[in-house]
């Protein structure tokens, strides 16, 4: 029935304040502490996400609550306690320092006020609250960059859900754009490679490149999910630009969970494969992830590691996702500036000085018409 809904406003909010584009950068999340206590209810969130698990709910929900968040958690808090730093968790720490990098960019370049904030799809910061403090500080034109470089459904797809969930409630919505993947990006794909050569340079090269993407159900590729085309494409991409074969450089898929089959050639299995073929030097990249985590620095750079020296091979050396490396921070800059077009901020032709007049005159306008209210 109209207006029988509640719309969301904002406490103390100011009419006159000056408009500006907002930069959301979203990632996955991350426990607050490596504790089983700590990772109990994000885990509950992530996986209770009907787009990361597509199951019936009912059934779901208590195998969820009823097995895994008995058991999980523990095992999870163990591994986060291997990867835990002084500063706490490194998605975190990471991804707040690539948002630093991304702000200073952007201010640079654009003629017009910008503020880039970082929110987590799951655990804290989160997408409604950083929306929120963006609409007080004035952020009228909202960009939402998921840092996922390939589109899956269970990742971008359940960042759009948490952005929508969160507008469709605000009394006065911002213009709203959102980047759905970047996994053909020139600028990606020559940060990647820049990466990779960096790395070789350093440690020397490996007899293999094993490009290991994030899994999910083989059933979601059939489902029309493109994320395992856009995870090719990245991988072709990447070994035209370092100049290498696909044999040189394969790819394959890490983290899955459960009994039904999931993309593939799965990482754990390949690595194995590669020790037991009489390989003793391997790299791996993970061009799926935009910051070091627990999946790139548990999973591949010490349990990949083990198993490859277990099935015979010596040494797996993992090449570090771009974080805030400057390659990586003008990439997302131009994707931004590029999705930012039409829009006066990013104009060549925006005058601050004329907008500081048009934005004075506006505040008296606005205090006039609320003493007449």
Partial sequence: ????????????????????????????????APT?????PYLAQFLGDPRVIEYPRLLWLAILHGVILRVRPKRSAHAYARIWTAEGSPLRTGSEALAAALQAE???RAPGPVRVALAMRYGKPDVAGRIAELQRDGVRRLIVLPLYPQYSGTSTGSVFDAVADTVK???WPPELRQINDYHAEPGYIAALAASVRAHWATHGRGEKLLMSFHGIPERYLRAGDPYFCQCHATARLLR???GVTEDEAPISFQSRVGRERWLHPYTDETVKAFGKQGLKRIDVISPGFAVDCLETLEEIAMQNAEFFREAGGETLSYVPCLNAAPAHVAALADLVWRHGQGWPEFSA???PAAAAVRQAAARERA???RSDA
């Fill in 1 to 32: 029935m109209p207006g029988s809904t509640n719309y969301t406003g904002l406490a103390g909010y100011s009419h006159d304040i000056p408009p500006r584009i907002g930069v959301l950068l979203v990632n996955l999340g991350t426990p607050e």
């Fill in 36 to 40: 089983a206590a700590a990772v109990r």
């Fill in 106 to 108: 952007l201010s640079a």
């Fill in 169 to 171: 409630g605000l009394r």
């Fill in 240 to 242: 035209e630009a370092l």
């Fill in 349 to 351: 032709d925006f005058d």
């Fill in 367 to 369: 205090r006039a018409v």
